[in-house]
């Protein structure tokens, strides 16, 4: 399948809502959507704090060099291990099902940080395994 020669990250997702049930899905995207519409923007809205919870991920280099699926990788995991621990927003853990599912936007910097209620209690997502697969299409 021929993606105008790009490199694609294929980003294995899952989200789980408490009683709700778990949904899986594949989102492909470019290094360049990565770090544009969602590192970026999660790092400007984090401030000093993304150094606390991403210190031990660093996030892919630029230009796609060797090791940047496994950075990558190693990013998502600690991306949702900050979401999972109650730490992020509800601003930033929708922006992030946002970007995963329709696509790369700029919706991080919202004001919102009102959580979402279902049913008279709280819905705190899981985010589960994000994996980055790397696959070059030609």
């Not at 993304?50 to 990788?73: K, S, V």
Request: glycine fraction near 8%.
């Amino acid at each position: 399948k021929l993606v105008d020669l790009h490199r694609m990250y294929f980003v294995e997702c899952s989200l789980e809502l408490w009683g709700l049930g778990r949904l899986e899905w594949h989102a492909p995207r470019r290094l360049s959507h990565l770090r544009a519409d969602l590192h970026d923007p999660l790092k400007a809205e984090l401030m000093s704090a993304y150094a606390q919870h991403f210190a031990g991920a660093p996030f892919a280099a630029r230009g796609g060099l060797p090791g940047t699926t496994a950075r990558l990788n190693n990013w998502c995991i600690a991306l949702a291990e900050f979401i999972n621990s109650g730490h992020a927003t509800p601003v930033v853990v929708a922006s992030v099902i946002h970007f995963f599912t329709l696509g790369p936007r700029r919706v991080i910097a919202a004001t919102s940080t009102e959580a979402t209620v279902v049913q008279g209690r709280s819905v705190a997502p899981a985010l589960h395994g994000y994996v980055c697969k790397s696959h070059l299409n030609k």
